[in-house]
């Protein structure tokens, strides 16, 4: 009898996991199918128990929506103060992620995990505001609505009707240490929506005609149960893989079904789908590898078997062991499958006998409690025992060294006298033991009958005869065939068992070389590329990764591809890819295409197509296709990772752009509020003033004028500069007639300064834009007037280069000079330093160098070694000479 041995995989997968580094908090989801079944009272009773324990528990978020008996589980609990953050003129509370993580308590209590937080977060989902809470070592009890898992959304939007715009990723659900289903009957709950305990009754009387009716409500409820039990069963499986297990654990029924490389199995197949629908169970389909080797036709029908299990829903499993009833129980007793379904024996008696009784007698003496269904064919086909199968067929060598072999033994033998028979057998017999080490089942069977009829034929007397005399020579001869067999049959076996090994070993080498390569990889770019150059060594084959564009309708091909796609194959991939199903060669759907496609599939949708195109005349074997579904699930958490790190910077962008728009609303609205108060203000002292007065107040307000014109002159060319829409229109301009237009502009602002003009009055034409050139000057003097004292000088200058071919521009003044902190982002535009006067917007410098470098010159600026700051413009530089004829 052959003994139910552990698997090394199961070995490895049961090991206990690293306690060495710190533990993270522990998460707690109280699920509901729906709003008003009291996921939050539950999650309150939880924390005051924990409290009652001892524990140092927090309300970190909870909301009640009025509701009395929740509001008052409340009371006893502290609370963390809400974080307010304004939006679009709206306070809006949120959790205060780091007020919690300073008190640091053991438990935290977060209502609404699916919530999205409002603009100006850390995080963009309450979700994520609980990760980082666990993974700083608090603990988290919160409440979740079966409508906001991220797989069942489609199913709840078919049931009710209604999008579910707020999700929570499945992997949360698995990362939950525990969950707990808050269940309520449909009419219940609706008693509690007529009581007004969930909403209020206005709201409670639409809600009952669209959301919450009785149909809706049932099949939210089926749906909350269904991810409940999946789950238990996931954990039932996960305890069991840790220990021994000896019988299977009748908690629920699970099917397993053998499939093989016989049109029989398609009809297994579809019989134990028909009882796992009508049991409500669910079934697996196994395949167990021997060392036999399959020819093409069968590989191929054993692939559409495998195809159509994982099509009906099966999960598929493909072990390897010589003793294919042990496989089968080993299997079911790791999946806690309480049926297994085989098809009837189709051997002969004589031959099933003498293999130890046939599948279903070997699965019925080991099975234990698992029941066994035995399903008939539907039509009878001729079958050879396994002896005779293609794994007699060995290369020609083999047989070629057997020939020699004993051709050599024969020669020798021949040369010793001939009463030394007995020895010459038994050398013959140690040659065929020898032999079977190196060849395979049938040229050990060649060699020990050719041995035999040799020994006999040639040494046994009376020699050159085929008849034996004495008994121990006959036993001798038999001998020869058993150990033949014997020899042959463990050989095979053991040489079986080494391939399996070597390709267990490949896999897993493959598999930890791109795994250490993803890890490695400092972009998603070097992951794919160093993952697709593994692909194409270890298939022999050329691959391409397909991902969506920003915009997620159509799929692009990644530079690193080593296969150039057509469009036909660009359309067989964008259908694996919509589907989320495998596509192309080896499949049944599209299979004349040149490649197989294969999704990357995280929570239940397709993330990218992984494709592999293999030679012509070339199969990809089940175990490789299982190799690149594994490089494809691999290559899925390196895009889902670099996606997730991409969400995260444009959060930040956002956070980052939200902050930049509000100091540019307050600053522009402060900056429009006052001139806009002078003018109006003088408007309406204007008519009770005498004539002295109003010339007054007719001064402020064209002051104040002036002053809105120029900020929102600044905010139209700033936009202009940012738009391309800037077109400077060089033309040629008197250097004095430019200096005395930007000094006229800027004479009341320079008023409390002394102003010193130092060009040369034979300063040559210049080729410049007149208007813009006078908008830096006047910004320069304007920015001068503003960030120096009172009475402090200021020198507008210009001079010829000519050497440079450039005509310089200079502002100095004395005041307090520039910042070493704002040398760096001095022309950046809102720019402002930390001890700048109130007013302005920090666009001017920005604005001074846009309009200087749309001409081809640049800005500088400096202080002054005598104190004081000197800005500089530079223009190129044309004699007039070298003007073009009109």
Known sequence: MHAVRPDPDELLAALPPDDSRPRPGRLKIFLGMSPGVGKTYAMLRAGHAELADGGDVVIAFVETHGRAETTAL????????????????????????????????????????????????????????????????????????????????????????????????????????ELELVDLTPEALLERLREGKVYDPARAAAAQEGFFRETHLTALRELALRTTAERVDRQLRTLRAGGERHTVWRSGERLLVAVGPSPFSTQLVRWTRRMAAVQGAPWVAVHVETSGTLSDDAQRLLDRNLALARELGAEVVITHDEHVPTALVRTALRHNATQIVVGKPRGSILWETLRGGSLVDRLLRLGGNIDIHVVPAETKSPRLPAFFDKSLRSRPSEYGLVAGVLAIITALGLLLPADTYLAVGLVYLLAVIALSLRTGRGPVLAAGLLSALTWNFLFIPPRFTFHISKIEEATLFVTYFIVAIIAGQLTSRIRAQGANERKREERATALFELTRALAAARTLDDAVFSALRQADQLFSAQTTLLLPDADDRQLIPHFAASFTLTEKELGVASWSWRQARPAGRFTDT???????????????????????????????????????????????????SDQLRAAQEREKLLAASDKLHRVLLDSVSHEL??????????????????????????????????????????????????????????????????????????????????????????????????????????????????????????????????????????????????????????????????????????????????????????????????????????????????????
Not at 94 to 115: C, G, I, K, S
Not at 619 to 634: K, P, S, W
Not at 791 to 803: D, F, I, K, W, Y
Request: proline residues 5%.
């Open 673 to 886: 509020r006052t001139p806009l108060a002078v003018i109006s203000s003088s408007l309406e002292n204007l008519e009770q003033a005498d004539a002295s007065l109003r010339n007054d107040l007719l001064a402020e307000a064209r002051t104040a004028t002036h002053r809105l014109n120029r900020l929102v002159g600044n905010l139209l060319d700033q936009t202009r500069l940012e738009s391309g829409a800037l077109k400077p229109r060089v033309d040629w301009c008197d250097v004095g007639d430019l200096l005395n237009a930007a000094v006229d502009q800027v004479r009341d602002a320079l008023v409390d300064h002394p102003l010193t003009l130092d060009a040369a009055p034979d300063l040559p034409p210049i080729r410049a834009d007149f208007a813009l050139t006078e908008q830096a000057l006047v910004n320069l003097l304007l920015n001068a007037a503003r960030h120096t004292p009172a009475g402090t000088a200021v020198t507008l200058s210009a001079q010829l280069n000519a050497e440079a071919s450039r005509i310089l521009f200079s502002v100095a003044d004395r005041g307090p000079g520039l910042p070493p902190a704002m040398t760096g982002n001095l022309f950046a535009k809102f720019a402002r330093g930390d001890h700048a006067r109130a007013g302005g917007l920090g666009l001017g410098l920005s604005i001074v160098r846009g309009f200087i470098r749309s001409q081809g010159g640049d800005v500088t600026a400096e202080n002054r070694p005598d104190g004081g700051a000197v800005f500089t413009l530079y223009l190129p530089y044309a004699r007039a000479d070298a003007r073009e004829p009109s």
């Open 74 to 177: 409340t009371a006893n609990l502290p609370a963390i103060p809400r974080r307010r953050i304004e939006h679009r003129g709206t306070w809006i509370e949120e959790m205060d992620v780091d007020a919690v993580r300073t008190r640091r308590p053991q438990f935290a209590l977060v209502d609404e995990l699916a919530h999205t937080n409002a603009a100006g977060s850390r995080h963009a989902k309450r979700w994520q505001d609980v990760l980082e809470l666990l993974e700083n070592g608090i603990s988290v009890f919160t409440t979740l609505n079966i409508q906001h898992v991220e797989s069942r959304a489609d199913a709840v939007r078919q049931i009710t009707g209604a999008t579910q715009h707020e999700t929570v990723p499945d992997s949360l659900l698995d990362r939950a240490d």
């Open 590 to 640: 599209l299979p004349g295409s040149a490649g197989f496609y294969f999704p990357l599939i995280r929570e239940e949708r397709a993330i990218g197509v992984l494709g592999v195109v293999v030679p012509a005349g070339r199969d990809l074997t089940l175990a490789q296709r299982d190799l690149v579904e594994a490089f494809a699930r691999q290559l899925a958490l390196s895009v889902e």
